[in-house]
């Protein structure tokens, strides 16, 4: 396994890794805040952002996924 980063999760060997980078713009307001809000539950953005990605996209037993708010109004753009 690869080395560990805070928060326990691992993170893949160089070589051969699976992971993907994704990029987002945001404002400077909503950045700070996220800083704030990571800082507040001594954790990395990375970790933070991972975290949240899993929780709305990885299906569990008990919930089925489902549509959110962003999700709609693409889904509406599109539609138009």
Do not use: W, Y
């Amino acid at each position: 396994m690869g080395a560990r980063r805070k928060g326990g999760t691992a993170m893949a060997a160089s070589s051969g890794s699976t992971e993907r980078k994704i990029h987002v713009r945001m404002d400077e307001e909503l950045h700070r805040c996220l800083r704030i809000r990571c800082a507040e539950l001594d954790t990395t953005i990375q970790d933070f952002v991972v975290g949240l990605i899993e929780r709305e996209v990885r299906p569990t037993p008990d919930r089925r996924p489902r549509a959110n708010a962003s999700q709609r109004r693409t889904k509406e753009r599109r539609d138009a």
